[in-house]
């Protein structure tokens, strides 16, 4: 059967479109550019360039390709910029999911796997995220992605043999190749790394919470790894595998900023000590995301160290050379 990966010239749809395709699936991509690259795509994979608010082209694609389910990674999802551009967020992330979702049903597609976040939770009272967490969105980018797992709640009451579910997680970092990197230019490794680049120090936001080392501790997963559970939960709905609505794919432990830092000097052998500054407002001491429902369902474990996270992430920035954003 054919998967349909919107968003699969990005940084993390690409890591899925190839693990994937390590699993003899058949792909094809549907995505608009606006942050993907055409070389993230392999060449054996078709890619439609396109909009997914652009319903006769995704009604084409189901059916030219003969797609019989669909991995969502497409969206807007720059969670602070959202703040200051709400309408285009929702526009991007929860319209475009509509007519995605009309799309499907329309073709009696009933297998869907939906990439969320973590920023449905907004600042929890626990610093253990579980599935029973109650969300609290912050930002129209979590609360767009919520409502997406709302559609596909509501979608499967209105259709009963729809089967779906949603994965949630924080940061994602790392690459699987050296030619795929991060294109967000407002996430950690990727400003980290410019500012290396450009001679700049890096600066840490707040360390005295109450941590080990004073900073803000978070969940930072491996693309690879991250990308194996979406296929996993593919694998699992082709089956006729019952999954959760929602998982889980954290660490379990979590890493503090200062950790990281270090990690990049060690890795790069770029030395530097970074500036500390005021702590940003709103950043809770640590928020971490327990994975044990995602390990029993999905397989899901963290195949990488620190470390080789950071070393796969400067590889790729290596790489990328001008390409890399910042």
Partial sequence: MTWLVTGGAGY??????????EADAAVVVIDDLSTGLVGFVPEDVPLVRANLLDGDTVRTTLDQHGVRGVIHIAGYKYAGESVQRPLH???????????????????????????????TYGTPDT????????????????????????????TAVAAPGFRHTSLRYFNVVGSGRDELFDVSPFNLFPKVFDMLHRGQTPRINGADYPTPDGTCVRDYVHVTDLAAAHVAAARALDDGVALAPVYNLGSGDGTSVREIMTAIREVTGIDFEPEVAERRPGDPARIVAAGELAARDLDWRMRHSLTDMVAS??????????????
């Fill in 12 to 21: 993390i749809g690409s890591h899925v479109v190839r693990a994937l395709r």
């Fill in 89 to 119: 967020t929702y526009r991007q992330n929860v319209s475009a999911m509509v007519t995605l979702l009309d799309a499907v049903t329309e073709a009696g597609i009933d297998k869907f796997v939906f990439s969320s976040s973590a920023a």
């Fill in 127 to 154: 610093d253990l995220v579980d599935e029973t967490t109650p969300t609290a969105p912050e930002s129209p980018y979590g609360e767009s992605k919520l409502i997406g797992e709302w559609l596909l709640r509501d």
């Fill in 313 to 326: 992430a400067w590889a790729a920035r290596q790489h990328a050379g001008d390409a890399y954003p910042g």
